[in-house]
């Protein structure tokens, strides 16, 4: 299985802050078909996630554009540039590339 | 407005059977694949396994397969996923999830004695 390593674990910031999230895998994401089948999600605290990226960079619907998805192979980043409190919660990449498809632990961005 | 519905958790035994229900609306359910996927509770996810569009094709978390089962019903814009023989570790929180996109609300299976 492709392993998903995300960092930090946790993410003190100060509103307004920039935050930077990690997300490393075992293997490569790129599929045969040219593309990069790695998301992110947003889990607040006792809500089910909801999507922010799909295929590394491609803001979802509504998603403010404060948000934004990098990298490529092996690693990749989320950031986003203005920490505001309703962007509090835990932050999970998912890889959809390799069967079984596989999460990471997840990021808490909480407040400093 | 999109909305996922999952129903069916609840308190089981050790080694029942339990059938989870996800019902859809706000999109064209037929159109796209579906998944399962759980969260324990100390918050680690797990996917369990998706369905093709129109049911012809499975896949599955290769730990769950022989005992997780899943499958769909275009006309009544449902999900579901059969449980068998279910263990303590299978307790979790456990979600629909509509093309990558969507979540569900999420239900609770709890397995104890």
């Known amino acids: 299985d492709v392993v998903m390593t995300q960092t930090p674990l946790s993410l003190p910031i100060s509103l307004g802050d920039q935050a930077s999230f990690s997300c490393r895998s075992s293997?490569?994401?790129?599929?045969?078909?040219?593309?990069?089948?790695l998301a992110w999600y947003l889990q607040k605290s006792g809500l089910s996630p909801q999507i922010l990226i799909y295929r590394i960079s491609n803001r979802f619907s509504g998603v403010p554009d404060r948000f934004s998805g990098s990298g490529s192979g092996t690693d990749f980043t989320l950031k986003i540039s203005r920490v505001e409190p309703e962007d509090l919660g835990v932050y999970y990449c998912?890889?959809?590339?390799?069967?079984?498809?596989?999460f990471g632990a997840g990021t808490k961005l909480e407040l400093k | 407005e999109v909305q996922l519905v999952e129903s069916g958790g609840g308190l089981v035994q050790p080694g029942a059977s339990l059938k989870l229900s996800c019902v859809a609306s706000g999109f064209t359910f037929s159109d796209y694949w579906m998944s399962w996927v759980r969260q324990t509770p100390g918050k680690t996810m797990e996917w369990i396994g998706d369905i093709k569009y129109d049911g012809s094709y499975t896949n599955y978390a290769p730990s769950l397969k022989n005992r997780f089962t899943i499958s769909r019903d275009n006309a009544k814009s449902t999900l579901y996923l059969q449980m068998s023989n279910v263990r303590s570790e299978d307790t979790a929180t456990y979600y629909c999830?509509?093309?990558?996109?969507?979540w569900g609300q999420g239900v609770m299976v709890t397995v104890s004695s």
């Open positions: 999830l509509g093309a990558g996109v969507y």
């Open positions: 293997q490569s994401l790129l599929h045969s078909n040219g593309n990069t089948y």
């Open positions: 998912l890889q959809h590339t390799h069967l079984p498809y596989t």
